[in-house]
């Protein structure tokens, strides 16, 4: 029943979109696609319906999501959630696929990123993906850290519409 990749395999970076189709066989595989900037990520989706989802990559052909990292060490922001077909919700992060309606946690930072997220703590409630942005870490790294330290009493989530933003405590 379990067919659900784990992590990204990345396979190859091509110029041309269907030049990926051949190199996607199992769930997770994926090229990038650069011609000039990145373009996209093309990806068999990982809980293996069988389709292949293309991750625009490049602001200006619109909607786009952030990549972090390179082709074998990939993370994307925000998450991937897929409203038609197989409906797939996940996170993208240093090539590890979360599962987010298995409430899969993400891994816990290195102690340096939990030392620079505890300093960048105010006492006002910052969101996630700004405290990221200030540090240059993958939003990912962060939003990990901040439920840590929210866990440990060091830090405060919002509740609602300020869930996603934190502040520290003392
Ligand atoms: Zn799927």
Known sequence: M???ANRLAFKAQVEQRHEANPLLKMPGDAALVY????RS???ACPDGCGELLTINLDARAGKAWRAYGSQEVLSLFPSVW???GCKSHFILWQSKIYWCDWND???TPMEDVMELVRG????????YVDIADALQLVPWAVLSACHR???EGVAQE???KQRGQFRRTI
Do not use: F, I
């Open 35 to 38: 011609r000039g900037v990145l």
């Open 82 to 84: 897929r409203e038609t």
């Open 158 to 160: 919002g509740k609602n």
């Open 120 to 127: 960048c703590l105010s006492n006002e409630l910052v969101p």
């Open 41 to 43: 990520l093309v990806m």
């Open 149 to 151: 330290l929210a866990r």
């Open 105 to 107: 946690e993400l891994d």
């Open 2 to 4: 379990n067919k659900r």
